[in-house]
T-cell receptor, first 111, second 115 residues
Framework: DQQVKQNSPSLSVQEGRISILNCDYTNSMFDYFLWYKKYPAEGPTFLISISSIKDKNEDGRFTVFLNKSAKHLSLHIVPSQPGDSAVYFCAASAGTYKYIFGTGTRLKVLA | EPEVTQTPSHQVTQMGQEVILRCVPISNHLYFYWYRQILGQKVEFLVSFYNNEISEKSEIFDDQFSVERPDGSNFTLKIRSTKLEDSAMYFC?????????????FGNGTRLTVT
């Protein structure tokens, strides 16, 4: 039962360009969405979140877009930097304590 | 910046043994969680804990698992009789409150290896 899906296991982007990471979900009850970044041997680090009442949220180089009708969210990183190379997880919750995570996308930013 | 700390970083145990994974959440946080990630798979919710009781648990969190906040700072996950399939990274997390604008803050995890 994969309620949150990240269909691209990996993505390579040139330094300075835009990275776009995608996430799809199936549960229409989800009302809060988050993106986490994870380096090897570390826990997930919170990046940015968005509630279902918004369609866009920005924080510095990171912007999350939410398309509720398509049940799709994306994370844009502009400009991409080598230090952004990590695994990115999207997560969602439906007003409970339980966050459902996607399978992750490994981003590699090439110098 | 305050952080969630977990000990040990790596625990090796034999099948059938009990293990206790320890966590110190961020001091002013009220909600506590355990998640796990089996190698190469997604991060999975195990349990949430608030006001000294379990708020929600997943189907993974069966009778072999228990959580406790034995004092004002520690939050533990106990696996009574470990199985090979319990081998995973276990992440503790905490948050100030549940719901909007309340992201989870994760520790760096404990790698549990059951042999």
């Amino acid at each position: 039962d994969q309620q949150v899906k990240q269909n691209s296991p990996s993505l390579s982007v040139q330094e300075g360009r835009i990275s776009i990471l995608n996430c799809d979900y199936t549960n229409s009850m989800f009302d809060y969405f988050l993106w986490y970044k994870k380096y090897p041997a570390e826990g997930p680090t919170f990046l940015i979140s968005i509630s279902s009442i918004k369609d866009k949220n920005e924080d510095g180089r990171f912007t999350v877009f939410l398309n509720k009708s398509a049940k799709h969210l994306s994370l844009h990183i502009v400009p991409s930097q080598p230090g952004d190379s990590a695994v990115y997880f999207c997560a969602a919750s439906a007003g409970t304590y339980k966050y459902i995570f996607g399978t992750g996308t490994r981003l590699k930013v090439l110098a | 910046e305050p952080e969630v700390t977990q000990t040990p970083s790596h625990q090796v145990t034999q099948m059938g043994q009990e293990v206790i994974l320890r966590c110190v959440p961020i001091s002013n946080h009220l909600y506590f969680y355990w998640y796990r990630q089996i190698l190469g798979q997604k991060v999975e919710f195990l349990v949430s804990f608030y006001n000294n009781e379990i708020s929600e648990k997943s189907e993974i969190f069966d009778d072999q698992f228990s959580v406790e906040r034995p004092d004002g700072s520690n939050f533990t996950l106990k696996i009574r009789s470990t199985k090979l399939e319990d081998s995973a990274m276990y992440f503790c997390a905490s948050s100030t409150r549940q719901g909007l604008n309340s992201p989870l803050h994760f520790g760096n995890g404990t790698r549990l290896t059951v042999t």
